[in-house]
């Protein structure tokens, strides 16, 4: 997973990475996010624990890396889906429909996503910035 | 495909996805896909990773 050995490689922290997912072992996940309040508020309390530091252009510059992981759980009902099919709008995937209604078996289906958003820290124009260190 | 209109042209890729992903999830939900979301905060700074949820480094 590219995640992984992005991280690897800046950070030195694999150990705290788990391999099989790449979700960060050790960092707590925000409780369901319902509202963008929910998220709004999840981002306020991570943006205050931000390390920033000023750059000759910039007085507030981020100069760390900062990932957002989210994760998404998907429960399909079968008997719906099937009816979505028939009825609904199309704009989702033949694979996502196909891996309900090809399966003969009438349980819910469980699909687990997870989405990398990752800020990199600023090192561009270092000369007109005098960023240093990492 | 879902972007709502309480989005500014100044917000950010992070608020974009989010808004995405609650009107997905509403569209969705209306659909028999039950959706949910969670997610992790994480800072890499100096070699050390930092939860910034928890500040726990």
């Known amino acids: 997973m590219s995640f992984i050995s992005y991280l690897s490689i800046m950070s030195g922290q694999i150990v705290n990475i788990r391999k099989d997912t790449g979700e960060i072992s050790n960092a707590k996940e925000a409780s369901a996010l319902d509202s963008m309040d929910d998220v709004l508020n999840i981002l306020r309390l991570a943006h205050e624990r931000k390390r920033f530091a000023a750059t000759a252009m910039n007085e507030r510059s981020s100069r760390s890396h900062t990932a957002v992981i989210v994760h998404v759980i998907q429960k399909i009902n079968r008997e719906k889906m099937l009816r979505f099919k028939l009825h609904g709008p199309s704009g989702l995937s033949d694979a996502l429909i196909g891996s309900v209604t090809n399966d003969s078996s009438t349980d819910d289906k469980l699909i687990k996503s997870q989405l990398h958003l990752i800020d990199l820290a600023g090192s561009e124009r270092i000369k007109k910035s005098k960023a240093s260190g990492r | ?57």
């Open chain 2, 1 to 57: 495909m879902f972007a709502s209109p309480i989005q500014s042209t100044t917000s950010g890729i992070v608020i974009r996805t989010f808004q995405e992903l609650i009107a997905a999830r509403d569209f969705l939900g209306r659909n028999g896909i039950n959706m949910s979301f969670t997610a992790q905060l994480v800072e890499i700074y100096e070699e050390a990773v930092t939860d910034l949820l928890t500040g726990i480094q």
